[in-house]
């Protein structure tokens, strides 16, 4: 049947294909973006008579490269999702003109009638793997970048399958009936095994997680045990340190009472401090995930030897964010402060979350080199002071923080400070 190798359904198909990706990202295009996209579906539709079915690569490389400058690595993700939902809705026409013998009717009707199911189908599809890909963002797979690649070439290389063993004409037998019923049910089995495959994934990574937090406050705990046995001791010994002033005291003896203290006062003063971290209301910040990982990262910072200060002045019960994706942003912020904090001599990193009427606004600073780079070159992708194959944190902060309508993300250089300022707007949805 003509109709089917046309430039009709080139174009058609081509057009389904951007509509799709749309929907499965929920994403709108703006004007220069339709034009790019025009470009590409009318290179695809020319290469087809150059290279037949082959332009369809052609066309994919172009509409991942479009893709990938506003989603990264859900685009390969996205566009070979698209593209097997392409299939299964041209199986789905097909095979409807087998049943029903539309071939027979008129060219426009027939066309017609092919437009309605593939559109049909692609959109009802479309919107159920967007639904599947909303449940991956707002899980831990959603970090997991081996899990995401490894389930795109599994559905690359189902595509590649799909398209070398692919029927390229219509034929009235009961066996070409037969193909598409297999091509259709082949498609979904690989459908429902990578959603089994990941709803077990994701068990493993939530008891892995659930662990993780255990120990963070496990952690936690001792480290609070700890501080408090401390003052317990100091508690219990400053007393017999006074006394043991009192005879240079009693004496009038200032210079052997200077060095007294300056021998063994400020060195219990620097121990103290260096052991220990302040914290104000940290028991007021009650979302579990972000606590631990904020526990976890000041362990981490003291056992660098590394001071630590907390704020968190008013109780702070939610924040409008997918909490994957604010714990991210978080971690990479404090991260690179701990990093930083390890080239400097008397380090500091404060931390304060503060609740304002309609946002909460995190603020984390930690003393910086005076030789740093300037901001716009820290955001650079593989940019990093550190070699090669580092700088992939602020990159991903900042695409994390652009992806999200609600998070400002405000970076500044201020007296030998480096301070990151994360303001969540709050929305009448959770994430």
């Known amino acids: 049947m003509e109709l089917l190798n046309g430039s009709f359904i080139t174009i058609f198909q081509g057009v389904m294909l951007f509509i799709i990706a749309k929907i499965i990202l ?31 690569f052609i066309v994919i490389l172009a509409a991942i490269f479009y893709f990938y400058k506003k989603v990264k690595l859900y685009s390969f993700l996205t566009i070979i999702g698209s593209i097997l939902i392409l299939y299964l809705s041209s199986m789905a026409s097909l095979l409807m003109f087998l049943l029903f013998d539309i071939r027979s009717f008129n060219i426009i009707i027939v066309n017609l009638v092919y437009v309605l199911i593939f559109a049909s189908v692609s959109i009802v599809c479309s919107l159920f793997l967007r639904y599947l890909i909303k449940i991956l963002r707002q899980s831990y797979l959603s970090t997991n970048k081996i899990y995401i690649t490894i389930v795109a070439l599994f559905l690359f290389f189902t595509f590649i399958i799909l398209f070398s063993f692919m029927p390229s004409s219509i034929d009235k037998s009961s066996t070409f009936k037969l193909v598409i019923v297999v091509y259709v049910a082949f498609i979904l089995a690989i459908v429902i095994l990578v959603i089994v495959i990941s709803i077990s994934v994701l068990r493993e990574m939530r008891y892995k997680r659930q662990m993780q937090e255990i120990d963070h406050y496990y952690k936690y705990t001792l480290r609070i045990e700890k501080i408090n ?41 620097d121990s103290i401090q260096t052991n220990s971290f302040k914290i104000n209301g940290i028991e007021r910040l009650k979302i579990r995930e972000l606590k631990g990982l904020l526990t976890t990262k000041i362990i981490q910072a003291q056992e660098n030897k590394i001071r630590v200060s907390v704020e968190v002045p008013d109780e702070i019960n939610h924040i409008s964010i997918n909490m994957i994706d604010l714990s991210r942003m978080v971690g990479i912020i404090l991260d690179n ?63 994390i923080s652009e992806s999200k309508d609600n998070v400002l993300l405000d970076t500044v250089i201020e007296n030998h400070y480096f301070i990151q300022k994360l303001e969540i707007i709050n929305t009448n949805r959770k994430e």
């Open 337 to 399: 402060a701990i990093e930083a904090s390890l080239e400097i001599e008397d380090p500091l990193i404060q931390i304060g979350f503060m609740k304002e009427e309609n946002s909460v606004v995190i603020i984390i600073m930690n003393k910086c080199a005076k030789d740093i780079p300037k901001v716009h070159e820290l955001f650079q992708e593989s940019f990093s002071t550190k070699g090669n194959n580092r700088g992939l944190g602020l990159s991903t902060l900042k695409e």
């Open 26 to 56: 929920n994403m709108k295009y703006a004007a220069k973006d339709l034009l790019y996209i025009l470009l590409i579906i009318l290179s695809g539709s020319i290469c087809y008579y150059f290279f037949n079915r082959f332009a369809l």
């Open 229 to 269: 046995n401390d003052m317990r001791k100091f508690r219990h010994d400053y007393i017999n340190i006074l006394l043991s002033m009192s005879e240079y005291i009693r004496d009038d003896d200032m210079p052997g009472l200077k060095s007294y203290f300056d021998k063994n006062i400020v060195p219990l003063k």
